[in-house]
Nanobody, 120 residues
Framework: EAQLVESGGGLVQPGGSLRLSCAASGFTFGTNDMSWVRQAPGKGPEWVSAINTGGGTYSADSVKGRFTISRDNAKNTLYLQMNSLKPEDTAVYYC??????????????WGKGTLVTVSS
């Protein structure tokens, strides 16, 4: 069974940085696209960023230039480096894997999420 466990969330001041991690197991990590999706309080899910099996990265306009997605296939771990954080980045951040097709086809499995709160 695919398992995704996020970590690294917490409280950070505006302008600060955090790095989220997602430990993956139960599937062949290196052969699947991975994504980060977030859900702000009272809002629907928002796709944040994706990385394909070849290392190509894609990000939403709202985070371009501030967030960087990466993966370490040897460690079965996905990362999201978040810099210049804004209050509107406050959300529960989920990692997700696409087992069938490409990341833009959808996400098949999700983690439980980690809360990021950006506030002074």
């Amino acid at each position: 069974e695919a398992q995704l466990v996020e970590s690294g969330g917490g409280l950070v001041q505006p302008g600060g940085s955090l790095r989220l991690s997602c430990a993956a197991s139960g599937f062949t990590f290196g052969t699947n696209d991975m994504s980060w999706v977030r859900q702000a309080p009272g809002k629907g899910p928002e796709w944040v960023s994706a990385i394909n099996t070849g290392g190509g990265t894609y990000s939403a306009d709202s985070v371009k230039g501030r967030f960087t997605i990466s993966r370490d296939n040897a460690k079965n771990t996905l990362y999201l480096q978040m810099n210049s954080l804004k209050p509107e980045d406050t959300a529960v951040y989920y990692c997700a894997t696409t087992l069938i097709g490409r990341w833009y086809d959808g996400m098949d499995y999700w983690g439980k999420g980690t809360l990021v709160t950006v506030s002074s």
